[in-house]
T-cell receptor
Framework: DAGVTQSPTHLIKTRGQQVTLRCSPISGHKSVSWYQQVLGQGPQFIFQYYEKEERGRGNFPDRFSARQFPNYSSELNVNALLLGDSALYLC??????????FGSGTRLTVV | AQRVTQPEKLLSVFKGAPVELKCNYSYSGSPELFWYVQYSRQRLQLLLRHISRESIKGFTADLNKGETSFHLKKPFAQEEDSAMYYCALRNTDKLIFGTGTRLQVFP
């Protein structure tokens, strides 16, 4: 089992651009969550999806959106990038909502 | 508001010394608490959760509802314990993390 895989691993974007981050959960896991980790802080919850439905949303602006596909993989989209969006974006999957397993993350740098 | 507080950014000890990483939480209801660890250049991984009451890599953590704490303890630190440690609280389907404590174990 490859675990939770995220792509790309690193990304550099310009202010105002849009970005799409991808996540493949562990096989059989139907729940995917996204977190943002700014340097020096703990991860902050952005979204949770279960069976393709949004189950939770953190305190992030509407520029952030996500979706989950029939194979349970997920994408996180961020529009109109700001410098402050520079962070490590983590994806986590779980089977029943317990025991989240995290991916290695996508390091996004906005210049 | 639900919140997790880790008061120490950095904890430095010598090998063989006892370790206690502090975690306090604010939550109405029955909390579900976790400790996650991130070793250098590795992904965030679950260390232990309070409901399992198990010891992983010699670490234990006891939930104290009176003091709203979930401190992580190990009687004898090892150099390989050096890592970033995050305490987290589960609120419905999301985890609320503290800011983390970096543990440095010197030889």
């Amino acid at each position: 089992d490859a675990g939770v895989t995220q792509s790309p691993t690193h990304l550099i974007k310009t202010r105002g651009q849009q970005v799409t981050l991808r996540c493949s959960p562990i096989s059989g896991h139907k729940s995917v969550s996204w977190y943002q980790q700014v340097l020096g802080q703990g991860p902050q919850f952005i979204f949770q999806y279960y069976e393709k439905e949004e189950r939770g949303r953190g305190n992030f602006p509407d520029r952030f959106s996500a979706r989950q596909f029939p194979n349970y993989s997920s994408e996180l989209n961020v529009n109109a990038l700001l410098l402050g969006d520079s962070a490590l974006y983590l994806c986590a999957s779980s089977f029943t909502g317990d025991g989240y397993t995290f991916g290695s993350g996508t390091r996004l740098t906005v210049v | 508001a639900q919140r997790v507080t880790q008061p120490e950014k950095l904890l430095s000890v010598f090998k063989g010394a006892p370790v206690e990483l502090k975690c306090n939480y604010s939550y109405s209801g029955s909390p579900e608490l976790f400790w996650y660890v991130q070793y250098s250049r590795q992904r965030l991984q679950l260390l232990l959760r309070h409901i399992s009451r198990e010891s992983i890599k010699g670490f234990t953590a006891d939930l104290n509802k009176g003091e709203t704490s979930f401190h992580l303890k190990k009687p004898f630190a090892q150099e390989e314990d050096s890592a970033m440690y995050y305490c987290a609280l589960r609120n419905t389907d999301k985890l609320i993390f503290g800011t983390g404590t970096r543990l440095q174990v010197f030889p």
